[in-house]
């Protein structure tokens, strides 16, 4: 029997290898991309405890996997509605992003639910495109994550738990093996409120308990839980301490010499 090896656990029983994910957003040119892809090339060795995968804009995917270090996964941030060839203007689909060699994309990030000024995508959305992904062969990080309203008013599970619903009601339990959730506390990012290590160990451990009790025992002893709310080279190794914490998807930072450092804080 073959042994995932990033299913393996360390000796807490936390899954001993971490998702290190990069969020570029709509952010690079040319030149730029090419000098990050630099900066991570030359950057020595990289902790065997982190699992890298960079999402980036779709003009620059074919760039960055020519280019980048062979052991950093390139991701696209969002896949389409539909899967195959067709009448999908401005679409790129699973089919596609495979035959490029891209073989990891993000679902439902934050950004995408709430819309740029119109409106965003729903949680049946976001859990068909994850099955899209998944039914080419791709991994998927799809995130999920509360308003502060929902903060404040105590319902962080609940819009988690609905956001999870309907990413389990399009996918089979063999599917989560293709599966890293992202947990993003949406009133963290940007906006001078911070989640603290506790607070985000809090809601990963109750993310993984609604897998236990909702998909398998299995999927959620194997799921990584990984943290999207603005982590940072300065914070990483505290919130990498806690035990349900399983990676992170870096915004900002991603496009930073700093991101290195958040890579080898699983060390």
């Avoid at 195959?84 to 992003?97: F, P, V």
């Avoid at 060699?101 to 995508?121: A, K, Q, Y």
């Avoid at 990413?167 to 009133?187: F, H, N, Q, R, T």
């Amino acid at each position: 029997q073959i042994v995932n090896p990033t299913l393996t656990k360390n000796m807490s029983g936390k899954i001993a290898k971490a998702l290190i994910g990069g969020n570029w957003k709509c952010n690079g040119t040319a030149a730029s991309v090419r000098a990050m892809a630099e900066v991570l090339n030359k950057a020595g060795p990289l902790s065997a405890n982190s699992e890298v995968v960079i999402a980036a804009p779709a003009i620059h995917l074919t760039t960055l996997k020519s280019i980048m270090r062979p052991e950093i996964s390139i991701s696209a941030e969002d896949v389409a509605f539909k899967t195959g060839y067709g009448a999908y203007t401005g679409e790129i689909s699973a089919d596609m992003l495979v035959d490029a060699g891209i073989n990891w994309t993000l679902t439902g990030h934050s950004e995408r639910r709430v819309g740029f000024g119109f409106p965003g995508e729903t949680n049946e959305i976001v859990g068909l495109k994850t099955k899209n992904a998944i039914s080419k062969g791709m991994s998927a990080i799809a995130c999920i994550g509360e308003q502060l309203a929902d903060r404040q008013n105590g319902t962080t599970m609940k819009v988690c738990a609905e956001q999870l619903e309907a990413i389990k009601a399009a996918l089979s339990e063999a599917d989560w093996k293709k599966v890293v959730i992202a947990y993003e506390p949406v009133w963290a990012i940007g906006t001078g409120v911070t989640a603290t290590p506790q607070q985000a160990q809090d809601t990963h451990k109750e993310i993984r308990e609604w897998l236990h009790n909702n998909v398998s025992p299995t999927v959620a002893a194997e799921t990584r839980i990984i943290y999207g709310g603005s982590a940072t080279a300065a914070n990483c190794n505290e919130l990498y301490a806690m035990n349900d914490i399983n990676g992170f998807l870096v915004g900002g930072a991603s496009l930073k010499p700093e991101f290195v450092d958040i890579i080898n804080c699983t060390k």
